[in-house]
């Protein structure tokens, strides 16, 4: 792949990532329970959806997001510390990925993701994103409920995750009967 292309992928998914994570504020501001954590966040699906498809451009896109938005809402007295925070969220989804390949055994190529893979993989990618949060804003003093705002944050990151990938394989399903209908 060319330098170009991965740049540009990676600009797209920082991008879509951003106003995701703006949108997702706008509409769920409500139900936002502590520093960081909301009980339900669509940004999380964001997340794991680029890792799976554009892996490291994917991540870095993440990250590059996640320092802004860090930078303009959680910043955590330092620059190093808000970067730090950036980058447990685009490696969260890669550890997820890789957990979710390797030892759930499942599919790569996503071509014919079943229910019980995508409740697999938003469990993984809950779990995994809110304990390496909740961990980091703990010991930065950014969390006094550690098990509440962990349970909180997983369950959040659950219903956004599954929330996507639902509609993700929804639309692809339909995007198939469409094509074997004009074929």
């Known amino acids: 792949m060319k330098f170009i292309t991965k740049i540009s992928l990676v600009l797209l998914s920082a991008l879509a990532y951003y106003l995701i994570f703006y949108a997702n504020k706008i509409i769920f501001e409500s139900?936002?329970?502590?520093y960081g954590v909301n009980w339900i966040f669509i940004p999380s699906g964001i997340q794991l959806l680029l890792?799976?498809?554009?892996?490291?451009?994917?991540a870095l896109g993440i990250v590059l997001a996640s320092f802004i938005i860090g930078l303009?809402?959680?910043?955590?007295?330092?620059v190093?510390?808000?970067f730090i925070t950036?980058?447990?969220?685009?490696i969260a989804p890669l550890i997820s990925r890789k957990i979710c390949f390797d030892f759930l055994g499942i599919e790569k190529e996503l071509l014919n993701?079943?229910?019980?893979?995508?409740?697999?993989m938003s469990i993984v990618f809950a779990f995994v994103s809110a304990s390496l949060h909740q961990l980091w804003f703990f010991y930065n003093g950014k969390s006094d409920a550690f098990t509440?705002?962990?349970?909180?944050?997983a369950v959040g990151n659950l219903i956004g995750t599954a929330l996507v990938l639902f509609s993700l394989s929804i639309?692809?399903?339909?995007l198939k009967k469409n094509k074997s209908l004009n074929e």
């Open 31 to 34: 139900l936002e329970f502590s």
């Open 51 to 58: 890792v799976l498809i554009l892996i490291g451009e994917g």
């Open 72 to 78: 303009e809402n959680y910043y955590l007295d330092s």
């Open 80 to 82: 190093i510390r808000t």
């Open 86 to 90: 950036a980058l447990i969220s685009g």
């Open 113 to 120: 993701i079943t229910t019980k893979s995508i409740i697999q």
């Open 148 to 153: 509440h705002s962990l349970f909180v944050m």
């Open 171 to 174: 639309v692809s399903s339909m």
